[in-house]
Nanobody, 116 residues
Framework: QVQLVESGGGLVQPGGSLRLSCATS????????MRWYRQAPGKERELVAH????????TYADSVKGRFTISRDNAKNTVHLQMNSLKPEDTAVYYC?????????WGQGTQVTVSS
C-alpha cells in the first residue's frame, strides 16, 4: 500500500524554523521525484519545492527561495523541508507529493501556523 505521511508541522513565531518530514512506503522511492505543496485557507494549492529522484536538481517557489530547503534520504525513503525565517504568509497545510510518469501520490498534509 502506497503511503506518504507528513510530520513536523505546528505553531511557530515569525522568524522561527520548522522541519517537515514525509515518510514514504509502498513504492520505489528512489525512482520518484518529490514535491512539497501548500494550501492556505481560501487559496489554491501551490508548489513550494521540488527535488529530482537523484537530488541533482531542486527548485523553489519565488516566495520561499533562500528560506526553505528540500532534501531527501533515499536510504530512508524520506523527504524533508527545512523552513527558516518563517512568515505569517507561510501559514498553510503542507502536502508531500510523489510523482513518476502518471503515478501521482499525496500525503494527508500537516498544518503549519506562523503567528505571534
Amino acid at each position: 500500500q502506497v503511503q506518504l505521511v507528513e510530520s513536523g508541522g505546528g505553531l511557530v513565531q515569525p522568524g522561527g524554523s520548522l522541519r517537515l518530514s514525509c515518510a514514504t512506503s509502498g513504492f520505489t522511492f528512489n525512482r520518484y521525484s518529490m514535491r512539497w505543496y501548500r494550501q492556505a485557507p481560501g487559496k489554491e494549492r501551490e508548489l513550494v519545492a521540488h527535488i529530482t529522484s537523484t537530488s541533482d536538481t531542486t527548485t523553489y517557489a519565488d516566495s520561499v527561495k533562500g528560506r526553505f530547503t528540500i532534501s531527501r534520504d533515499n536510504a530512508k525513503n524520506t523527504v524533508h523541508l527545512q523552513m527558516n525565517s518563517l512568515k505569517p504568509e507561510d501559514t498553510a497545510v503542507y502536502y508531500c507529493n510523489a510523482r513518476r510518469g502518471v503515478s501521482n501520490v499525496w500525503g494527508q498534509g500537516t498544518q503549519v501556523t506562523v503567528s505571534s
